[in-house]
């Protein structure tokens, strides 16, 4: 994923790029507002999947930018500050941000915040294809408003997490879902101490779905759904 990083210290974003990249993300750097606006342009590089925004910018106001953005795009926006008063984060969030995270900040809540806010606006993009709520893999299908789950017509009985799990998966059959946003998605908490956690649950699903080879693991990073044929 690119994500656009706008905030004026070379130092604090130097850090924070080397920490977002080992997370696989494609950093870009603006130093100012007017930098950041002029990356948001329409180009041939793919788009951006979310915008840290500072707010304490030399050249016009974090509100400001984040106002502007919001005209143009609905990219998801996270602001990141030192202003702590719950008057400051209201004005943010009205303006349009997405989520609004307080400096000093612990790097898994920021990885975190980032991938739900990544997920919510995916999610919206993607409901449209499947209006009756349902997705067919070759013989699995996923109902998702009935939480119900089938191989070739006989229906399999999941946990809640565990469908929770094959759900994100099969939304994006293909792409690489790292285990720290399977994490933040599924379990709603941080990375440490839950890996185990994840590592059972994907194997109950391959047992219970009879399809070892349906969710492959991507060593050093995560899982991905392979799509069976019919």
């Not at 342009?41 to 016009?60: S, Y």
């Not at 915040?113 to 997920?119: K, M, S």
């Not at 067919?136 to 399999?156: A, H, N, Q, Y």
Request: overall charge neutral; some cysteine.
């Amino acid at each position: 994923m690119r994500l656009l990083l706008v905030e004026d210290d070379d130092h604090v974003a130097a850090a924070l790029s080397a920490v977002l990249a080992r997370h696989g993300f494609q950093v870009v750097h603006a130093r100012n507002g007017e930098e950041a606006l002029r990356s948001l342009l329409p180009a041939d590089n793919e788009p951006f999947g979310v915008v840290l925004l500072d707010l304490g910018l030399p050249d016009q106001d974090g509100y400001e930018v984040c106002g502007k953005i919001r005209k143009r795009s609905s990219i998801p926006v996270i602001m990141v500050t030192a202003r702590a008063d719950v008057r400051s984060r209201i004005h943010g969030l009205n303006l349009g941000a997405d989520d609004y995270v307080v400096k000093p900040y612990d790097t898994g809540e920021l990885l975190a915040r980032i991938h739900a806010v990544a997920r919510r606006k995916t999610a919206g993009e993607e409901s449209a294809p499947a209006p009756a709520g349902g997705l067919v893999l070759g013989p699995v299908r996923i109902e998702l408003p009935t939480r119900r789950v089938s191989v070739d017509g006989e229906e399999v009985q999941l946990t809640r997490k565990e469908f929770d799990l094959l759900a994100l998966l099969a939304q994006r059959p293909g792409v690489v879902f790292r285990r720290e946003q399977i994490i933040s998605e599924v379990w709603r908490t941080s990375w440490e101490g839950t890996g185990r956690t994840l590592e059972v649950h994907v194997a109950s699903l391959r047992s219970k779905l009879r399809l070892p080879a349906l969710i492959e693991t991507v060593r050093g990073v995560g899982y991905r759904l392979v799509s069976p044929s019919a």
